[in-house]
């Protein structure tokens, strides 16, 4: 079992929908998750970072975390075209030595 | 290798000094990242190279920071004229291909004083 897995989609939605974009993780010890946004031939960019469970709010952007479940989420409201990239979750627990991603989610939002 | 070994993992250097941090991927793996990591923060984006073509170099903060991959394989991070800020934890990551589920190297621990 994989320690991250993600849906790799691909995921189309129309221009304002709101997306839902999720993570299961095996690792109990994951206490650090973070969600990327990677267009094509460029680095992730780190959209979100939290730290346990709960919400974390960033204008159109929601992540959520329950550990109890193992589960994480990224929510986009009133998406764009512009959001249309490959979006990845990654992980890591309180030593930081290893980053684990998922294999990202591809989205392309429709106008 | 096994997995992605960076060297070394700590280097404490003099203001002023060159300092290089080495990258040596997943064997395979064609797509290789560096970030770097202050303390309670986030993973930030440096430059990313697909095979040797240095493909994003947004995330370098000035002039003074370069990267190098001329083989496709191994990859140096150099810092020039080092500056105190510039301490913090350099992390590399390599995966098997663009958009890919990405591993991390265990990361330099730069100390600049």
């Known amino acids: 079992q994989k320690e991250v897995e993600q849906d790799p989609g691909p995921l189309s939605v129309p221009e304002g929908a709101i997306v839902s974009l999720n993570c299961t993780y095996s690792n109990s010890a994951f206490q650090y998750f973070m969600w990327y946004r990677q267009y094509s031939r460029k680095g992730p960019e780190l959209l979100m970072y939290?730290?346990?469970?709960g919400n974390k709010e960033d204008g159109r952007f929601t992540a959520q975390v329950d550990k109890s479940s193992k589960y994480i989420s990224l929510f986009i409201r009133d998406s764009q075209p512009s959001d249309s990239a490959t979006y990845l979750c990654a992980m890591t627990t309180n030593t930081g030595n290893q980053f684990y991603f998922g294999t990202g989610t591809s989205l392309t939002v429709i106008p | 290798g096994a997995g992605v070994s960076q060297s070394p993992r700590y280097k404490v250097t003099k203001r002023g000094q060159d300092v290089a941090l080495r990258c040596d991927p997943i064997s395979g793996h064609v797509s290789l990242y560096w970030y770097r990591q202050a303390l309670g923060q986030g993973p930030e984006f440096l430059t990313y190279f697909n095979y040797e073509a240095q493909q994003d170099k947004s995330g370098l903060p000035n002039d003074r920071f370069s990267a190098e991959r001329p083989e496709g394989s191994i990859s140096t991070l150099t810092i020039q004229r080092t500056e105190q800020r510039d301490s913090a934890m350099y992390r590399c990551?390599?995966?098997?291909?663009?958009?890919?589920?990405?591993?991390f190297g265990q990361g330099t621990r730069l100390t600049v004083v």
């Open positions: 939290t730290y346990s469970s």
């Open positions: 990551a390599s995966s098997l291909q663009e958009n890919t589920e990405a591993f």
